[in-house]
């Protein structure tokens, strides 16, 4: 798998900006250290939902509530229990995936809008249940202080760990796409009936999926909660959510990486356009109607129609 | 237990669930048409209780909120329609997801309009003098706003059933709902049949805004809260089905209020808990979907 | 090798299929006929799993197989290929054939291995005999619509079945190109030992090359028999084929 990774063409480039990102602490201001910390926390996050929305072709509309789930976990090992740190980094994921498996089960028996219904459903009730639970989660104040080990005590030290641990997960990502389950989950993304009769059982494979995604929405959970050593309510709300789902429809959902670019798209601007005026959200509503109207494919769906003409017209051809 | 505490929180939940149907209903109506979840449908309830803020403070006493019962919803009608025309129609061929997403960029336009408009203070509004006050039913002591709603529903409830069943328009909507290409083939334009249900729809958020009003405070945010429980009630009725909005309203706004006699905390939770139950018997919701 | 009896399945009040009943020994190549909406592709459809019976059995080489769910049917042997274009049109023609070949050995949940490398000699095996070994890296979703049909029956060729289903397989097919497909049909039946059963509307074809024809009529079976038989049949006559 290695070979495979190692020839492929994005493997340089992909060196180079590790490179500059490693060394970048070291030259610039605090405050965007902080910001591209969270653009991977974010990305992470968009990654995680891509693997069921864009190249699962799930209804995945409440994903945010694993991400919750897992930096609640382990918000909550740190601040309440004395167990070892490290524990509660590896219970944020597990418990998340467990959640995901869970809600995931009883999503998987139905289609397309009433997975996505579901999901919001089952994943409100976490959301309402911590958002009243005052005396174990902090209701709707969250969880402020949180202790980390001394080693993640810096920033600095903290967006190493966060930048090693997004890159760990995108190469973990990267091989579960180009394996044999990736190719069969894309295949049911674009047929699911085909898949049952060439011998595949379609829950299953959701199934699986979405325990994946959900571990790794976890991860990103317990990255938050490192970058900000405080959890809150709104990781678990919908609106959340619907917004990660706008950062792969940004960054382009077919495409491996196209979730990272919308979540760094979508980050920066939420900052800098937040230095200028209150009104974030009304500027996010224009750029996604303008998205829906003008660049349905994503940023990055868009460059490789322009730079891979011959494949993506024929795709286009051949679906009209 | 009180009995008299039994039925005033009954009564309560009873009243609450009539707006919640209100609302609903509007949302139901349009996911029947046109297949999408409108999440805007929140902010326009939202709009129209601001609105109906705004016309109360403008036009003092009572006759106010009786103005801005009918004034209010038709301002959010109208801007439903100006999004329809202006935007949305040219949607209609794409998929159901983009549809979706592009009432959530209309939601998060309208919510920060209202943060600009209205500034992000909590308004109130109080019900007119003939509607102050309270009132005795069965022993229990019932605001008489709560009745005035109590009544309402139902008669919103006639109301859009007349439409959708008598009317050409209420029956060609149904029609599309359940085939539109058919009805295209019938010679209809079927975009204006999307907008007159789209903007029939917002008209009801409105409503529901205006009447929500007196009874809660008006702040920015509500459209959120308001637009989940919109959706797993339309979800537990079963998709695009009027009769199932009508269940699920009474089904969560009652729970909620008698969570308060069991749990006083996680009253909010019991509605939360109804429908998931709901959802895990019959994922496709109580009543048949129109799809 | 595969036995029908008498199976009814309704959809509310409408009978699809109301007593098909269908015999198909191994090595054959059986057909079945009858006018739209006879339940043609309403009994593929039963037989496959993709829906449930109401009344009647199935049983494939001894087994009952009625109450089986598609992938549990496709490992059993049964393959089939459908009558619109049902591919992946967003996969290359070797993915589409691909993940066949992988989900047949069992392979399709490996998650931390390459897909690219696996099991191309049979997929490419697959795509020879079908004559798609030229057309390997374009999107499915940009052939022609007889090479797209084609790839139909090369990705049902994928999970090596014992029985081939083909649903009106040179449905939009020109003359030239259909009598291609079944050639090809009849090659790969000989050289894998495929037993086939399919449905056309093309009588030619029919007669031609089914060993076996079986008539059905508003979701009954009218009759099953050799070509001749069925054709010098009074009741399929009258109900089908026209007075003579």
């Known amino acids: ?101 869970i809600i995931g089960w009883f999503c998987v028996r139905l289609t397309r809008l009433y997975f996505g219904m579901l999901q919001i459903s089952l994943g409100s009730l976490i959301w309402v249940i911590v958002f009243r639970w005052y005396s174990f989660t902090g209701g709707d104040d969250g969880i402020p202080g949180i202790p980390m080990p001394p080693l993640l005590s810096s920033l600095k030290n903290s967006y190493y760990f966060i930048l090693i641990m997004l890159v760990i997960c995108l190469i973990l990502m990267y091989m579960i796409l180009k394996s044999p389950f990736g190719s069969t989950l894309q295949a049911i993304r674009d047929n699911p009936q085909r898949c049952e009769a060439i011998g595949i059982n379609v829950r299953r494979y959701q199934l699986i999926a979405i325990v994946i995604a959900t571990f790794f929405a976890g991860v990103a959970g317990v990255l938050f909660v490192v970058l900000e050593r405080s959890v809150f309510t709104d990781l678990l709300f919908w609106v959340l959510s619907l917004e990660i789902f706008i950062m792969c429809l940004f960054g382009g959902w077919f495409t491996f990486a196209g979730p990272i670019l919308g979540a760094a798209i979508i980050v920066a601007l939420r900052t800098f356009v937040g230095i200028f005026t209150e009104y974030w959200t009304l500027i996010l509503g224009i750029m996604l109607i303008l998205l829906i109207f003008f660049l349905p494919e994503g940023v990055m769906g868009y460059f490789e129609k322009i730079f891979k003409p011959r494949t993506r017209e024929a795709a286009e051809g051949g679906n009209r | 237990m009180d009995i008299s505490a039994f039925s005033s929180q009954f009564l309560v939940g009873l009243s609450r669930a009539m707006i919640l149907f209100i609302v609903c209903g509007g949302l139901s109506f349009v996911l029947g048409v046109l297949r999408v979840p409108n999440i805007a449908h929140g902010s326009l309830y939202m709009i129209g209780a601001f609105a ?11 006759v106010g909120f009786w103005i801005a019962l009918i004034v209010a919803p038709l301002l959010v009608a109208l801007i439903s329609l100006i999004a329809e025309r202006a935007l949305f129609c040219h949607l209609y061929q794409r998929e159901h997801l983009m549809l979706l997403l592009f009432t959530f960029a209309i939601s998060l336009i309208l919510g920060d309009l209202v943060k600009i408009v209205w500034g992000p203070e909590y308004r109130s509004v109080s019900p007119p003098a003939l509607l102050k006050g309270s009132i005795s039913i069965f022993g229990a002591s019932l605001p008489r706003y709560n009745l005035f709603l109590i009544i309402i529903g139902p ?17 060609i909507s149904r029609a599309a709902a359940v085939d539109r290409e058919m009805v295209g083939v019938l010679g209809i334009n079927v975009s204006w ?75 909010i939770v019991f509605p939360y808990v109804a429908v998931v139950v709901v959802l895990l018997l019959r994922p496709k919701g109580l009543l048949k979907s129109v799809w | 090798m ?88 967003r996969l290359t023609v070797f993915r589409n054939v691909q993940v066949a070949v992988l989900s047949q050995q069992r392979r399709s949940k490996q998650l931390f291995r390459p897909a690219k490398n696996m099991v191309v000699k049979e997929t490419n095996n697959i795509l020879e005999s079908v004559g798609l070994l030229d057309k390997t890296h374009s999107i499915a979703g940009s ?102």
């Open chain 1, 1 to 101: 798998m290695f070979n495979e990774i190692i020839r492929s063409k994005w493997f340089g480039p992909s060196i180079v900006i590790f490179l500059i990102l490693f060394i970048l602490p070291l030259f610039i201001p605090r405050f965007y250290t902080y910001i591209l910390a969270l653009i991977y926390v974010t990305s992470l996050l968009a990654m995680s939902l891509n693997l069921v929305v864009g190249h699962g072709g799930m209804f995945q509309f409440h994903h945010g509530v694993f991400y919750g789930v897992g930096a609640y976990t382990v918000a909550l090992m740190l601040k309440k229990t004395t167990l070892p740190m490290w524990t509660g980094f590896i219970a944020g994921p597990i418990v998340a995936a467990i959640i995901g498996l």
């Open chain 3, 143 to 244: 052939l022609s619509h007889g090479d797209q049909k084609i790839l139909e029956i090369a990705i049902a060729l994928g999970n090596e079945p014992e029985l081939l289903i083909l649903d009106e397989p040179t449905a939009g097919m020109s003359p030239e190109e259909t009598s291609a497909t079944m050639e090809l049909i009849k090659r790969l039946a000989q050289m894998r030992g495929l037993t086939i059963l399919f449905c056309e509307h093309d009588m030619d074809i029919v007669f031609s090359i089914a060993k076996s024809i079986m008539v059905m009529h508003q979701g009954r079976t009218l009759i099953q028999g050799k070509p001749e038989e069925v054709r010098n049949n009074p009741i399929v006559q009258e109900a089908y084929l026209g007075v003579e």
């Open chain 3, 2 to 89: 595969l036995q029908v009896d008498s199976v009814v399945k309704s959809f509310d009040d409408f009978k699809a299929v109301n007593g098909a009943t269908l015999a198909v020994e191994k090595g054959e190549i059986v057909a079945v006929i009858g006018p739209n909406g006879a339940g043609k592709t309403t009994l593929f459809n039963l037989i496959t799993g993709a829906l449930k019976r109401d009344k009647g059995r199935i049983i494939f080489k001894g087994e009952d197989i009625s109450e089986l769910p598609p992938y549990e049917i496709c490992k059993k042997g049964i393959s089939r290929s459908y009558q619109i274009v049902n591919i992946f049109p």
């Open chain 2, 52 to 62: 109906t803020f705004t016309l109360t403070k403008l036009i003092p006493g009572p």
């Open chain 2, 155 to 171: 008669l919103v409830a006639i109301a859009l059933w007349l439409f959708t069943n008598k009317t050409k328009i209420g029956k």
């Open chain 2, 193 to 267: 049949v999307f907008a007159v249900a789209f903007v029939i729809g917002c008209y009801l958020a409105g409503v529901g805004g205006a009447l929500v009003a007196p009874t809660a405070s008006i702040v920015l945010g509500m459209d959120h809260s308001l637009i989940i429980e919109a959706f797993l009630i339309v979800t537990i009725g079963g998709l695009g089905n009027m009769w199932g909005a009508l269940v699920g309203s009474l089904i969560f706004g009652v729970t909620q209020s008698m969570g308060v006699l069991i749990w006083p905390q996680f009253t």
